[in-house]
């Protein structure tokens, strides 16, 4: 499983450096994980911004400027509450992408009710609109929820990557698109 989050990523990666774009990441239950991964990859530093750990409702008010509003109307654990997150990466940092995890990831259901293995992934760029994608991966352990969680992440970022016009101040490394998000193999059946 390790193996193919991490060849998931580097493919990400291989999708914005051809694109010319700059990726940073939100993440609550994943606790920081994918920017982690992310990082790893090969030419991580010409394209990974960073990321932000937002574990709690208030370091989502505090760090990122989630309306307490919208948490409170829909919970932490929400596509809006996501979506809100990409939109707060992008204001705090110069990534032309954003993607966000939020979820619960266990052993027992977050204090809102929301069960474990509901997690919302959301992604979107500059002039792009946010999209985020809801998954309910059951009462598994943690290490496998956040596992999906990330491959989830992945897989809709390189959805809008592949949609994403080549920026203009670089280059793209070639005029094919190499990879599609069908090639990112599934982490968890």
Known sequence: MASTLRNNAQRVMELARERGRTIATAESCTAGS????????DGAGA?????FVV????????ALGVPKELIDQHTA????????????????????FAVSITGVAGPDPDDDGNPV?????????RGTRVRHARHEFGNRSKT???AAAMH????LLAQLLIEAQTAPRRAPASNTLRTSAAALRPVCK
């Open 152 to 155: 989830a992440a992945l897989l």
């Open 47 to 51: 394209i990974l911004h960073g990321g």
């Open 144 to 146: 496998a929820i956040c």
């Open 117 to 125: 293995g509901l997690v919302y992934v959301a992604a979107g760029g």
């Open 34 to 41: 994918l920017a982690h991964l992310l990082a790893q990859c």
């Open 77 to 96: 654990v929400s596509g809006e509450v996501a979506e809100a997150m990409v939109a707060g990466t992008l204001r705090q940092c110069p990534a032309d």
């Open 55 to 62: 574990y709690t409702a208030a370091n989502k008010m505090a």
